[in-house]
């Protein structure tokens, strides 16, 4: 009988793959699969996804494609028809021109934060990237993954979940390399108001080493007033990187389809997506753009249940003991605030009430520390995705409120 080999060392990782971080909404989800395929009954806020079908002409379209033998490699920065289409809708939709040749299409939109990142900073200088805190967990991440320096912005509940323009100016300095905007908001579902936007772009004009990326992948979700973007503004289109793509839009999450814009990037992104991907999915590229270019009902529709989701649970959350929430003005996401309720309850914070709310009352959520530190002064937060039906809002938030009842002291 062989003697067992002695434990061989294994070699360190790379700092930048040690300090790599990850999307909680995915952790979480594991668990809660975990516990509903041991037989628990589980209500989930917690996947930023419609729960809507991909629109059949997208679907008959990428069904299309397969028949007829587009299964190849395509060309890195994306078919031209695609490049041509998204071109014309992101310029249209924010009022200004953008050329085919300077859209860049790639598998999702979120490559295009790490890329973005790795193209207007150097690692280990010192170079610095301002992000949105509460905020997407990617930025952080892709920030310190490639060695630049990250420096919050704190989303206000006072100014419904907006920053401080004032705040701003006081976080630029020399080193900052890149400032990054993400309205409608995940995950507050705030907007940068045009007032906002007017004083972003007067400040970041004064420091010409700034470039920006507007996480616009929410554009359609709006449900008061219209869509607004920094790239509209005098001279700060060509310093911005506008990425947006199929995801919520249309309901193509697990079709990986995204894409960015800028003229003087398109060839640098372009160039990532050739060292990494190769090309978004041919099928996957075809499909988005009968999606673009085809009929919008669906679109309106799931825009219309969105909103009618989104006035359905601020009402009910706002009537549990201890618990206020402000209307969100896009994306499909409410950020309540549960101070208060975590007092009622005797949890510690919002992650130990979200795990009491998953493991006691069969409710899944977020908290706000998936979403970077906490805002100073501004309490204890958890995420609802309301990409969830009518029944499973009214179920949901029914057991918070009995949870809250039942074990306020």
Request: with cysteine.
């Amino acid at each position: 009988m062989n003697a067992p080999h002695p434990q061989l060392a294994v070699p360190h990782l790379s700092r930048r793959g040690e300090s790599l971080g990850t999307e909680n909404a995915f952790v979480v989800l594991a668990e809660v699969n975990a516990l509903s395929r041991s037989g628990q009954d589980i209500v989930s806020f917690c996947i930023g996804q419609p729960d809507f079908p991909t629109p059949d002409n997208v679907q008959q379209a990428a069904i299309a494609a397969i028949r007829v033998g587009k299964h190849g490699y395509t060309p890195s920065a994306g078919i031209d028809e695609l490049r041509e289409a998204a071109a014309r809708d992101l310029g249209s939709r924010r009022g200004i021109e953008i050329r085919p040749e300077d859209v860049v299409v790639g598998a999702g939109a979120k490559a295009f934060i790490g890329y973005t990142i790795a193209s207007v900073t150097d690692y280990g200088v010192g170079d610095e990237v301002i992000y949105p805190v509460p905020g997407f967990p990617i930025y952080e991440s892709q920030i310190v993954a490639n060695g630049a320096v990250p420096v919050p912005i704190f989303l206000r509940e006072a100014r419904d979940f907006a920053f401080d323009p004032a705040e701003l100016e006081v976080k630029i300095t020399p080193k900052t390399r890149l400032l990054i905007l993400n309205s409608p908001q995940n995950p507050t579902g705030g907007i940068l108001s045009a007032e906002d936007l007017d004083a972003i772009a007067a400040i970041v004009a004064r420091h010409p080493q700034m470039w920006i990326f507007a996480d616009e992948i929410y554009s359609r979700l709006i449900y008061d007033g219209g869509f607004d973007s920094l790239a509209r503004r005098d001279e700060m289109q060509a310093r911005t990187i506008i990425c947006d793509g199929a995801s919520k839009t249309w309901a193509m999450t697990g079709w990986r389809l995204g894409y960015a814009a800028n003229a003087r990037l398109a060839p640098t992104l372009t160039r990532w997506i050739t060292n990494t991907e190769s090309c978004a999915s041919q099928i996957s590229q075809w499909a988005a753009l009968e999606a673009i270019d085809g009929p919008q009902d669906s679109v309106a529709q799931m825009h219309a249940r969105f909103r009618e989701r989104r006035d359905l649970i601020v009402r009910l959350l706002n009537e549990v003991p201890g618990i206020s929430c402000r209307t969100p003005g896009g994306a499909f996401y409410a950020w309540p605030n549960v101070t208060e309720a975590c007092k009622r309850v005797k949890a510690a914070d919002s992650e130990a009430f979200r795990k009491r709310l998953l493991h006691e009352a069969g409710i899944a959520v977020l908290a706000d520390i998936h979403f970077g530190r906490r805002v100073p002064g501004d309490g204890q937060h958890v995420r609802f995705s309301y990409a969830a039906s009518n029944e499973a809002i009214e179920e949901g938030i029914g057991r918070l409120d009995d949870f809250v009842r039942r074990n306020t002291a």
